[in-house]
């Protein structure tokens, strides 16, 4: 199946800090979603983009589905921004199945 | 609207009993997952249900059951708990993108 990795693993910011978070996958996809995970637990949507480039505030994601990887920015980190950030994909058989890659851990520091 | 929402958010099982994890959404969607994460991990799938009256095993079924009797409600039946079951579960709704997820169930299996 459809094998999903995220880097780095754990990432530590000083508010006000710029990251980038990367996700790649290993073949073409329907769906990629990436998803803020917050220190209650509660998963939040934050792009639906298999392909091109999004923005919602101080967050964008590109995701260039022929070379099969996705980038989530975020700019001006604040310590809200802390959890976890997952990548999934729903792979090319239309499986309606969506394959979490194993996240990125920030820590923005006040 | 409430979205995705999860009955009950906490139980401790013991080894051997059964229970049933009720998972409701008024978004009218089609599609219902079940997802189970692990200290650490990304979300893994369970089972998952294309419709009213459909149900198919995803990455790690073994040990659930599952049914989707009304389009509203997807239930997930342990039948005899065991430690290994140790999770929080999450559920998830979507119409063709995008999936949204409950707050969780933290289950301890002892």
């Known amino acids: 199946g459809i094998q999903v990795e995220q880097s780095p693993p754990d990432l530590i910011l000083q508010e006000g800090a710029n990251s980038t978070l990367r996700c790649n996958f290993s073949d073409s996809v329907n769906n990629l979603q990436w998803f803020h995970q917050n220190p209650w637990g509660q998963l939040i949507n934050l792009f639906y983009?298999?392909?091109g480039t999004k923005q919602n505030g101080r967050l964008s994601a590109t995701t260039v589905a022929t070379e099969r990887y996705s980038l989530l920015y975020i700019s001006s980190s604040q310590t809200t921004d802390s959890g976890v950030y997952f990548c999934a994909v729903e792979g090319g058989d239309s499986s309606y199945k969506l394959i979490f890659g194993s996240g990125t851990r920030l820590l923005v520091r006040p | 609207n409430a979205g995705v929402t999860q009955t009950p958010k906490f139980r401790v099982l013991k080894t051997g009993q059964s229970m049933t994890l009720l998972c409701a959404q008024d978004m009218n969607h089609e599609y219902m997952y079940w997802y189970r994460q692990d200290p650490g991990m990304g979300l893994r799938l369970i089972h998952y249900?294309?419709?009213?009256?459909?149900?198919a095993k995803g990455e790690v079924p073994d040990g659930y059951n599952v049914s989707r009797l009304k389009k509203q409600n997807f239930l997930l039946g342990l039948e005899s708990a065991a430690p290994s079951q140790t999770s929080v579960y999450f559920c998830?709704?979507?119409?063709?993108?995008?999936?949204?997820f409950g707050p969780g169930t933290r289950l301890t299996v002892t």
């Open positions: 249900s294309v419709g009213e009256g459909t149900t």
């Open positions: 983009i298999p392909s």
């Open positions: 998830a709704s979507s119409s063709y993108n995008e999936q949204y």
